[in-house]
C-alpha cells in the first residue's frame, strides 16, 4: 500500500539552528514528491516538487532532496518565521491521487 | 488576486442539515480537489474532477456529492450532517499531475 511517514512529528529549534526534517515513502512507483508549509488557520502552501532520486531544489533558508525512498527538507539557520507546519506529500505513478504525510511541526524560538 | 478561493471561510450548522461549500480557481487549470483536514491535521484526498470528469472518488459517504459546473469551480454538497463530519475542508488545483495549490480552508462545525 503507497503510504507516507514524516518524522519527527515535533521538532523545537533555537533560532539559528539548523536541522531537517524527514519524509520516507513507499509507492509502486513516484510520479512526484511535494513538499508544503501549513501556517495555522491557513491552506498549505507549496514550497517544492521533486520528481527523480538526486533531485534538490533550493529557496532561502530550505533545501529539499529526493532519494528512491525518502525526501529531506533541510532548514538552514531557521528564523522564528519559520515556525509552521511542513507537509510532504507524493504522487504514485499513474494516477492522480496525492498521498500527504502527517506532517512536522516546526517552531523556532528566538 | 486570489488564486483558489473557498466560500464559506466558517460553517456552523446542526445536525441533519444540508450543506454547501463552493471553490473557485483562477489559475487556469483543469483538475480540481477536495481535500479533508481532521483534528489530528491529516490531509485525505476526497474528490477529484479533471476537466469537469470525476476521476478521484475516495471512500466517502454518499452524502458527500461534489459537482463542477465548469473548469474553473468545484462545489461540495453535504447532506444530513454528521457530528463526525466535523473538519476543515480544502480545495485545491493544479494542472493534470502537477504541483497542487489550496485554498484557504472551509471550517465546518456540526453541533
Known amino acids: 500500500e503507497d503510504q507516507v511517514t514524516q518524522s519527527p512529528e515535533a521538532l523545537r529549534l533555537q533560532e539559528g539552528e539548523s536541522s531537517s526534517l524527514n519524509c520516507s515513502y513507499t509507492?509502486?512507483?513516484?510520479?512526484?514528491l511535494f513538499w508544503y508549509r501549513q501556517d495555522p488557520g491557513k491552506g498549505p502552501e507549496f514550497l517544492f516538487t521533486l520528481y527523480s532520486a538526486g533531485e534538490e531544489k533550493e529557496k532561502e533558508r530550505l533545501k529539499a532532496t529526493l532519494t528512491k525512498k525518502e525526501s529531506f527538507l533541510h532548514i538552514t539557520a531557521p528564523k522564528p518565521e519559520d515556525s509552521a507546519t511542513y507537509l510532504c506529500a507524493v504522487q504514485p505513478s499513474g494516477t492522480y491521487k496525492y498521498i500527504f504525510g502527517t506532517g512536522t511541526r516546526l517552531k523556532v524560538l528566538a | 488576486d486570489t488564486a483558489v478561493s473557498q466560500t464559506p471561510k466558517y460553517l456552523v450548522t446542526q445536525m441533519g442539515n444540508d450543506k454547501s461549500i463552493k471553490c473557485e480557481q483562477n489559475?487556469?487549470?483543469?483538475?480540481m480537489y477536495w481535500y479533508k483536514q481532521d483534528s489530528k491535521k491529516f490531509l485525505k484526498i476526497m474528490f477529484s474532477y479533471n476537466n469537469k470528469e470525476l476521476i478521484i472518488n475516495e471512500t466517502v459517504p454518499n452524502r458527500f456529492s461534489p459537482k463542477s459546473p465548469d473548469k474553473a469551480h468545484l462545489n461540495l454538497h453535504i447532506n444530513s450532517l454528521e457530528l463526525g463530519d466535523s473538519a476543515v475542508y480544502f480545495c485545491?488545483?493544479?494542472?493534470?499531475?502537477?504541483?497542487?495549490?489550496f485554498g484557504p480552508g472551509t471550517r465546518l462545525l456540526v453541533l
Open positions: 485545491a488545483s493544479s494542472r493534470t499531475a502537477e504541483t497542487q495549490y
Open positions: 509507492v509502486s512507483g513516484l510520479r512526484g
Open positions: 489559475l487556469g487549470h483543469d483538475t
